[in-house]
C-alpha cells in the first residue's frame, strides 16, 4: 500500500483532476505527438521557442492519471527555461523514473517533479510518466509532426 | 439424477499457480481472456514428451519418432471430436488463433478475394480479425465491410444480412468478443452468408474454453482457436476447415512436411492436413493440447459453462452496484467477460491499483480499437472468468474497485 500512496501522490492527483496548460496552441513553432501503445496513451506537446527559450508550451490528450499529471507538470516545469535546460531536466526526470527504487533522487533539480518518484517501483508505469517527457523532447529536435513511442 | 455440484476447491487444486501469492497476497486470476492458466496435467504431458519420447514426427523408422507421431495424431484425433469436425484431415496446427486467420487470408483469401469483392466482419473483431483482411483488401483492391453493433455489444444481424450479397468473397467474425464476451449466433451468421454460396470464418479464441462448439452444427468452413485460452501451451493452435475448402486452397507456407516430392520442376503437394504444416512442428505444444482437451473434457464444458455463467451473473451484479461504474458489454448472450470504466479514473489505473492487491485483471484496449472507438472510450478495464474462478474472488475484485477510488478520492 505504501508503494500505491508514494505513486498516487496528491498532488499528482491534483493535476490529472485539474491539468495545466491543456489546450491547443493554434501558433506553436513546433508540435509533436506521442502514443504509447501497450496502454493507449496519448499526448500532444506544443512549443513555442523563442530565441532559444521555452516561451509557451501546452498538451493535450488522454490516458492514466500518471501520464496525464505528468504532462502537466511538465509543461509548468519547462516553460521560462532554455531549450538546453529542458533537455537537462528532461534527463533527470528520466533518471529519476527510472532509478533503483530507493536510490537517490536530484530534489534541487527535480522541484515538485519529485512528486513522480514513485514510479520507479512501479515498472510497466515508467513509459507513462515519462511518454510527454519523449514527446516534448520530439518536438524540440524538430521532430514535427512525427509519432513518438515509448516502445 | 441431481448433477454433482461444481466442486471449485478441487479444480483450483488442479492448477499449481493459483495457490502461489502476488503482492503478499493470494493471486486472484481474472485474465484468463488473455490467457488460461494450466493444470499440472498439462505441465505433466510436455515434461513426459521432453523427457520420454522427444524425437521428430512424421519421418525416421526408429521407436522413439513413432511414439511422437502416435502422440502427435493421436492429438489430432482429440481436437478432432474435441470440436467434432468429419475427419483428422480437416485438423490443421497453426501457432494459434492469428497465424490460422492469417492462412485462410492468404490462401483462400487470395484465391476468393478479387478487385471489387467484399469481406465481412464485425465491429468487435480483434486485431488479428481485421489487419489480416486489411492487408489483403487493400493488395486486391476489395473492400472491407464492418457489421455494426448495438450498443450492448450485439451485432445488428439485419445489417449483416444486407451486406451479403454477390460481391461478399467471405466473411469472418469473432463467436465470443474478447472485450464484451458478447457470444454471436454462430450458427445464424453461417446460415446467412451460406444463403449467398460465402464461406465463413469463426475465430473461435474466446469461445473455446467457453462453450461447447461442434463445428458440424455451426455448418462453418473455418473454425481458429489457440491451445493457449483452452489451458493449452502457448504457441500452438487449431484451424478447422472444411475439406472441400482445405483440398483447392493452395498451401500457405511451402517446406518440409508439407510436400510428396520435390524436383527443381515441380513440387507435389502432400495430403491434408499436411500440406499446411511446413516445417517440424510444434509437437509438444500439440501434446501439451491433447492433454488439456482430456482435461476439460473430464471437468466436462457444459457443467464448468454452467458455473461460469452463475459467476458471472454474480459479478455482473456485484459491479452493476458499485456507483460510478459502467459495464461495457451487456449483450443477453455473453460469457466470462466484465469490461468496466470507472467514471474519472483510467484503467492503467485500475490495473495497477488491483495488482497491488493481487488481482490480475487486464486493462488497455484489448486489440479491439475499433470497438473502443465505437464505445468512445480509451480502453477498459477487463476481469475475465475460468471455471477455476470463485464468488470470493469477485468479491476482492468488488473491495479492489473500492480501494481504487478511495486512492483517487
Not at chain 1, 512501479?122 to 510527454?132: D, T, V
Not at chain 2, 485438423?91 to 465481412?120: D, K, W
Not at chain 2, 460465402?198 to 461442434?214: C, E, K, R, S
Amino acid at each position: 500500500m505504501s508503494d500505491l500512496v508514494e505513486l498516487y501522490q496528491e498532488l499528482v492527483l491534483d493535476h490529472n483532476n485539474r491539468p495545466r496548460n491543456k489546450r491547443a496552441m493554434e501558433d506553436a513553432s513546433s508540435t509533436a505527438d506521442g502514443y504509447n501503445p501497450l496502454c493507449g496513451d496519448q499526448v500532444s506537446v506544443f512549443l513555442k521557442v523563442e530565441d532559444g527559450v521555452i516561451a509557451d508550451v501546452s498538451f493535450q490528450g488522454v490516458g492514466c492519471a500518471i501520464s496525464q499529471s505528468s504532462a502537466s507538470m511538465m509543461t509548468q516545469n519547462v516553460k521560462g527555461k532554455t531549450v538546453e535546460e529542458a533537455e537537462a531536466l528532461f534527463e533527470v526526470f528520466h533518471g529519476m523514473v527510472t532509478r533503483d527504487p530507493g536510490a537517490e533522487v536530484d530534489s534541487e533539480s527535480l522541484g515538485e517533479l519529485e512528486a513522480l518518484a514513485g514510479v520507479c517501483a512501479f515498472p510497466n508505469r515508467i513509459k507513462c510518466a515519462s511518454l510527454a517527457w519523449h514527446t516534448m523532447a520530439a518536438s524540440l529536435n524538430g521532430k514535427q509532426q512525427e509519432q513518438v513511442t515509448t516502445e | 439424477m441431481t448433477p454433482q455440484p461444481f466442486d471449485v476447491e478441487a479444480v483450483r487444486r488442479d492448477f499449481p499457480i493459483l495457490s502461489r501469492e502476488v503482492a503478499g497476497k493470494p493471486l486472484v486470476y481474472l485474465d484468463s481472456a488473455a490467457t488460461s492458466q494450466k493444470p499440472q496435467v498439462v505441465i505433466d504431458a510436455l515434461a513426459a514428451y521432453y523427457s520420454g519420447i522427444n524425437a521428430n514426427v512424421h519421418r525416421g523408422v526408429h521407436t522413439l519418432s513413432q511414439e511422437a507421431t502416435e502422440a502427435y495424431e493421436g492429438a489430432r484425433a482429440k481436437v478432432r471430436a474435441f470440436i467434432n469436425a468429419a475427419e483428422d484431415a480437416e485438423i490443421v496446427f497453426t501457432r494459434g488463433t492469428t497465424e490460422g486467420i492469417n492462412l485462410v487470408a492468404h490462401s483462400l483469401g487470395t484465391q476468393r478475394v478479387v478487385e471489387g469483392s467484399e469481406v465481412i466482419i464485425s465491429n468487435m473483431e480483434h486485431h488479428s480479425n481485421v489487419v489480416p483482411w486489411q492487408i489483403l483488401c487493400e493488395e486486391r483492391g476489395a473492400r472491407l465491410r464492418v457489421v455494426p453493433i448495438n450498443d450492448d455489444g450485439e451485432l445488428l444481424m439485419d445489417e449483416y444480412e444486407a451486406m451479403l450479397g454477390p460481391k461478399t468473397a467471405l466473411v469472418s467474425i469473432v463467436h465470443m468478443s474478447n472485450a464484451l464476451g458478447t457470444i454471436n449466433s454462430a450458427k445464424d451468421i453461417v446460415a446467412l452468408a451460406h444463403a449467398h454460396g460465402v464461406p465463413v470464418l469463426l475465430d473461435g479464441a474466446q469461445a473455446i474454453p467457453h462453450l461447447p462448439v461442434d463445428v458440424g452444427e455451426l455448418d462453418c468452413d473455418f473454425y481458429a482457436f489457440s491451445g493457449h485460452k483452452l489451458f493449452g501451451p502457448t504457441g500452438i493452435g487449431v484451424l478447422y476447415g472444411k475439406r472441400e475448402w482445405l483440398e483447392q486452397m493452395p498451401p500457405y507456407q511451402g517446406g518440409g512436411d508439407m510436400i510428396k516430392s520435390v524436383t527443381f520442376e515441380r513440387t507435389i503437394y502432400n495430403d491434408l492436413p499436411y500440406k499446411f504444416e511446413a516445417g517440424t512442428p510444434h509437437i509438444a505444444g500439440v501434446v501439451g493440447l491433447g492433454a488439456a482437451i482430456d482435461y476439460v473434457n473430464g471437468i466436462g464444458l457444459e457443467r464448468a459453462a454452467a458455473y461460469e455463467h452463475e459467476l458471472l451473473e454474480y459479478g455482473t451484479e456485484q459491479l452493476q452496484a458499485i456507483g460510478g461504474l459502467r459495464l461495457i458489454g451487456t449483450a443477453r448472450h455473453k460469457a466470462s467477460v466484465l469490461s468496466f470504466v470507472l467514471d474519472g479514473i483510467h484503467p492503467h489505473d485500475i490495473g495497477t491499483i488491483l495488482d497491488t492487491q493481487g488481482i490480475a485483471i487486464r486493462t488497455g484496449h484489448h486489440c479491439t480499437q475499433p470497438l473502443m472507438q465505437r464505445f468512445q472510450i480509451p480502453a477498459t478495464a477487463r476481469a475475465s472468468l475460468a471455471f477455476y474462478n470463485t464468488k470470493s474472488e469477485i468479491d476482492a475484485l468488488v473491495e479492489g474497485i473500492h480501494k481504487t477510488f478511495e486512492v483517487f478520492s
